[in-house]
């Protein structure tokens, strides 16, 4: 009803807001102080790094303080200790990279005769031999002179191609087993390729291979079970080193066929669905049948084309240099239908015979499994990722 300097009056309503009045008829309410045109001076002191903060009145509690002195001397020796934590954790990381790269340098399997610059003396096109890494002393440098001389004799010996697709050519005819163009680079392979060339692949249904004879067998381990592989070989002799248009090829070709009932009963080349348990023993069957003839011929370099023979290098005795060729891209060797965790990579190990371990730390990428990525991992590990291409 009214009001003066101090407070605000007024009838009790009875309500919430007049709570405070009690049974009093009249209540009054203190007015705010008045603002308006009037500058006053505040304290703000900030609690920690999230800004929360507190305002007061007291100016004196945002007064400078003095700050205490150390000890003599001591200033400059915590100085030094920073500045050489400081240091060191700035070459640390420099100095496992440095370790990391002189690792993989050391266990590369792959070294070069001659340098890039003797190399380059030559005047004539020249072939470099790859060979494994021994523990040999490095050999003295050569001349020029030497290096024109050698150079353009020194390739690849022996190169062994294992491929599901082949053109075996024989003196009773062709046998052929194409799906793409795999097959027909595994035929141009078989005319052109310089130097002694090895070709392994797997009896297809329906195919007779008579004119291979039976060398022997390898045992391997699929699903837990022991299976006996027949090996078949095959040798063409071309003594000119020349085919029959008179351009060079390979001097000889060796064919290995792999026969066994899991090769023979088969649809199509590349047996489907890959998700199929039956599917995986097919490649375990095929990928380490590949490392038993890897390991009985020794060649200079492993041609591996696509996914299909990938995982052989997970079970070579003796690491050699590898070249592996993609021709598909849309697919290679992936399953995704699920996320893998260990319980797949038992399963996984049990048909490929490896470790959980070796299957989920090799063959497993982002919670898939990959038959194209050991050799990948193993091209990056032992080669420095040189020897991919698509």
Not at 151 to 166: K, Q, T
Not at 239 to 250: C, K, L
Not at 264 to 291: G, H, K, M, N
């Amino acid at each position: 009803v009214g009001e003066d300097d101090d407070y605000f009056y007024s009838f009790n309503n009875r309500s919430a807001y007049m709570g405070d009045c009690g049974t009093c008829d009249c209540c009054r309410k203190v007015k705010p102080p008045s603002v308006s045109d009037e500058k006053r001076t505040c304290c703000i002191l900030f609690n920690d790094l999230f800004l929360n903060y507190t305002v007061t009145s007291d100016v004196a509690r945002c007064a400078p303080k003095a700050v205490r002195q150390g000890p003599p001397g001591s200033t400059h020796g915590s100085l030094l200790v920073s500045d050489m934590l400081a240091a060191f954790w700035c070459l640390f990381p420099l100095g496992v990279a440095v370790m990391g790269v002189l690792r993989k340098r050391s266990q590369s399997v792959v070294r070069m005769r001659f340098s890039p610059d003797q190399i380059r003396k030559v005047g004539r096109v020249a072939r470099v031999w790859t060979r494994p890494l021994t523990t040999e002393p490095a050999e003295e440098p050569v001349s020029s002179s030497t290096a024109s001389s050698e150079v353009a004799v020194m390739r690849p010996e022996r190169i062994l191609f294992a491929s599901l697709e082949h053109v075996i050519e024989h003196s009773a005819g062709r046998e052929k087993a194409i799906a793409g163009g795999l097959g027909k680079v595994a035929g141009l392979m078989c005319r052109y390729h310089p130097g002694s060339l090895i070709c392994v692949t797997a009896c297809m249904p329906g195919k007779d291979y008579a004119f291979a004879a039976p060398i022997g067998q390898v045992s391997v381990r699929v699903s837990g079970h022991e299976l006996r592989v027949t090996v078949l070989r095959s040798e063409v002799v071309n003594g000119t080193g020349s085919n029959d248009g008179g351009e060079e090829g390979p001097a000889s070709i060796t064919y290995y066929i792999l026969d066994h009932p899991i090769f023979r009963d088969r649809d199509d080349i590349y047996p489907a669905p890959q998700t199929a348990r039956r599917t995986l023993e097919f490649y375990s069957l095929w990928c380490q049948s590949v490392a038993k003839v890897i390991d009985l011929e020794s060649p200079d370099v492993f041609h591996c084309p696509d996914f299909h023979g990938a995982m052989a290098v997970m079970y070579v005795e003796r690491p050699l240099p590898v070249l592996l060729v993609l021709h598909n891209a849309e697919y290679q060797g992936s399953i995704s239908t699920q996320n893998m965790g260990r319980r797949e990579a038992r399963h996984l190990a049990d048909v490929f015979n490896l470790s959980p371990k070796r299957i989920q730390e090799e063959a497993f990428i982002e919670g898939k499994f990959c038959m194209l990525k050991p050799i990948v991992d193993y091209v990056k590990k032992y080669q420095r990722g040189f020897g991919v291409c698509a």
